[in-house]
């Protein structure tokens, strides 16, 4: 199901996907293609039975909606762990995705791709962290840190935000600064870190 605040511009679509789905088309420009065709247009070795053409959503479709919980992204980089994280987070009822700047583009394909349509409902928006976490009077900060308090100590949330920082660098000390609780998800092992999709899913897993 595809969000209401995405504008469907146009269907590319198989001849049996058409007629499953004509109900949906009604107000859509739908145009059947040839299986040779779809691949075409697809960057996908074996693309699906459909492909849609959607416009990029502007910073005037993002409201933040303060009594729902929320992801802030700083500095992910990698395309392949912005999609999963946004498909983690769509699993676990999280909707509104703040990037900083220097995030991979969400739009790439890539990232779309990793998604596997996620894309389609949560909402992104690209800004300057510091200002925007300042203009968020009384919400609670979760900020992802090796120093932080036991995630099995932290109460679910049901609104305020959690952080995700670089790969490599973490979240960067002007943006740790403005954080309420910083959390931490307890290690047995050696390993030096997480993979930052990762390690957002097992943080969502224990606070949602």
């Given at each position: 199901?595809?969000?209401?605040?995405?504008?469907?511009?146009?269907?590319?679509?198989?001849?049996?996907?058409?007629?499953?789905?004509?109900?949906?088309?009604?107000?859509?420009?739908?145009?059947?293609?040839?299986d040779?065709?779809?691949?075409?247009?697809?960057?996908?070795?074996?693309?699906n039975?459909?492909?849609?053409?959607?416009?990029?959503?502007?910073?005037e479709?993002?409201?933040?909606?303060?009594?729902?919980?929320?992801?802030?992204?700083?500095?992910?980089?990698d395309?392949?762990?912005?999609?999963?994280?946004?498909?983690?987070?769509?699993?676990?009822?999280?909707?509104?995705?703040?990037?900083?700047?220097?995030?991979?583009?969400?739009?790439?394909?890539?990232?779309?791709?990793?998604?596997?349509?996620?894309?389609f409902?949560?909402?992104?928006?690209?800004?300057?962290?510091?200002?925007?976490?300042?203009?968020?009077?009384?919400?609670?900060?979760?900020?992802?840190?090796?120093?932080?308090?036991p995630?099995?100590?932290?109460?679910?949330?049901?609104?305020?935000?959690?952080?995700i920082?670089?790969?490599?660098?973490?979240?960067?000390?002007?943006?740790?600064?403005?954080?309420?609780?910083?959390?931490?998800?307890e290690?047995?092992?050696?390993?030096?870190?997480l993979?930052?999709?990762?390690?957002?899913?097992?943080?969502?897993?224990?606070?949602?």
């Open positions: 199901m595809v969000a209401q605040h995405l504008d469907v511009k146009k269907l590319y679509a198989l001849k049996e996907w058409w007629v499953l789905n004509e109900d949906l088309c009604k107000n859509i420009d739908c145009e059947i293609v040839a040779f065709e779809l691949e075409k247009i697809s960057q996908l070795k074996t693309p039975q459909v492909v849609a053409v959607i416009a990029v959503p502007g910073v479709h993002f409201k933040f909606e303060r009594d729902q919980p929320g992801l802030i992204l700083d500095g992910i980089q395309p392949g762990n912005l999609g999963t994280i946004i498909r983690i987070g769509d699993w676990f009822g999280i909707y509104q995705v703040i990037c900083s700047r220097d995030c991979a583009d969400a739009y790439n394909p890539k990232v779309v791709q990793s998604t596997m349509g996620s894309i409902r949560v909402k992104l928006l690209y800004t300057d962290l510091e200002s925007w976490m300042d203009e968020q009077k009384s919400l609670a900060f979760y900020g992802a840190a090796l120093d932080g308090a995630l099995k100590n932290i109460p679910a949330i049901t609104n305020g935000l959690i952080l920082g670089n790969e490599s660098k973490g979240i960067r000390p002007e943006v740790m600064s403005r954080v309420t609780q910083k959390i931490t998800i290690k047995w092992g050696e390993a030096e870190s993979n930052a999709a990762v390690a957002t899913g097992i943080i969502l897993s224990h606070l949602r």
